[in-house]
């Protein structure tokens, strides 16, 4: 939602999107593998 996406951006915390049904995706974005995108201020990071 708008106040969980403005939050992110508040504190530079990257979002990543995904299809959250598709089997064993949780576990593949937990595990660090490339899924979706990833939602980012590419300034802000180290």
């Known amino acids: 939602d708008a106040t ?3 939050l992110c951006r ?3 915390l990257p979002i ?3 299809e ?4 064993g995706n949780i ?3 937990v595990k660090g593998e490339k ?3 990833l939602v980012s201020d590419e300034s802000t990071r180290a």
């Open 4 to 6: 969980a996406i403005t």
């Open 10 to 12: 508040d504190n530079q």
């Open 16 to 18: 990543l999107v995904f």
């Open 20 to 23: 959250l049904t598709a089997e």
């Open 27 to 29: 576990a593949r974005a």
């Open 35 to 37: 899924i979706g995108t």
